[in-house]
């Protein structure tokens, strides 16, 4: 069987049980949370029904937790970590699992798809993929309504951006956000822009997108409530860099939004933002951007131009550029 993580949820709320749950994606929010519900839902006395792993444990000690009957429990869970077994270690699962402990539960979690895990039997393949934006504003509506708390999908939009889908910041903001109106209360967009820390990530963005829209005067404020918060013109003049060269290799790359947030480290949904936010320059403008940002850094290091100096300088390059 093969799920969402919601599905998951679903699953283990209406009762049904696997011996096997393989949690395969690059959010570890997903993995946590699983955790976390396994735990308090199915097992007893942890400290006698609970064991862990990483992918390099030897087999026959995954397979030895798995098959130990629980104690004052009603099931025994086995966790493992980035376990990506070889030929032989398949054919070891395929037949201890075949028929399995009927009170044993195996959680593997991977970052990575492995085809041979999602063929053993009694598994339950659980996707652990970053979401959509749109996916997490659904998430954040449910929650906000689990909690007797009511929210648009305008305002639960704002709270993945600001946090850029990052799935740990989210889920802390939007509890954050829950408890502070309390049950019956209504979460409103001007309460999102109060309460939720924007990502720095995110308040560049906004600051380009403010220029590229020509509105100076609400740049030159993000910049004022930047450093009222504590950003220093050095963070704020690498941060600019980082952004705009990301601008750059989208303009010019081929490459898929997943790709390039490998290739950046950040969530596809910051590429996906970055990439509408790219048609507004001309490739020629981001690359002249680039190396004055460039040029300036270097200046900086060797004691040429201050940063407070480097920094306005940058900025008014980057407004003024066409």
Not at 27 to 43: E, H
């Amino acid at each position: 069987m093969a799920v969402d993580y919601i599905g998951f949820e679903k699953e283990l709320d209406d009762g049904k049980r696997f011996n096997v749950y393989l949690f395969e994606g690059e959010d570890a929010y997903f993995g946590v949370r699983a955790l976390l519900r396994l735990k308090s839902l199915l097992i007893t006395e942890p400290e006698l029904n609970y064991a862990e792993f990483d992918g390099k444990a030897e087999i026959s000690e995954i397979i030895g937790s798995f098959n130990m009957y629980p104690f004052i429990s009603e099931y025994r869970l086995t966790v493992v970590r980035e376990f990506y077994p070889n030929k032989d270690g398949i054919k070891v699962l395929n037949k201890e699992l075949d028929n399995p402990n009927d009170r044993g539960i195996l959680a593997i979690i991977n970052q990575k798809v492995n085809a041979d895990l999602k063929k053993l039997p009694n598994v339950c393949v659980v996707d652990c993929s970053r979401w959509k934006d749109t996916t997490i504003a659904r998430w954040i509506r449910k929650e906000c309504g689990d909690n007797g708390v009511a929210i648009d999908g305008f305002a639960a939009g704002k709270i993945a951006e600001y946090c850029l889908c990052d799935m740990f910041r989210v889920s802390n903001e939007t509890k954050k956000l829950c408890d502070h109106v309390g049950n019956g209360g209504i979460i409103t967009e001007k309460l999102v822009n109060e309460l939720v820390w924007q990502d720095n990530e995110h308040q560049i963005y906004n600051l380009t997108d403010q220029v590229c829209r020509r509105k100076f005067d609400s740049a030159l404020s993000i910049i004022r409530d930047m450093m009222a918060k504590g950003e220093s013109p050095q963070r704020l003049s690498v941060s600019l860099y980082n952004h705009f060269r990301r601008l750059l290799h989208i303009a010019i790359s081929g490459e898929s939004d997943l790709e390039l947030a490998s290739l950046f480290g950040v969530k596809e949904f910051a590429i996906k933002k970055s990439r509408e936010q790219a048609k507004f320059f001309k490739v020629r403008s981001l690359k002249r951007t680039v190396d004055f940002l460039t040029e300036t850094d270097f200046k900086v290091k060797c004691g040429l131009l201050g940063i407070d100096e480097t920094f306005w300088l940058a900025i008014f390059k980057i407004m003024t550029e066409d």
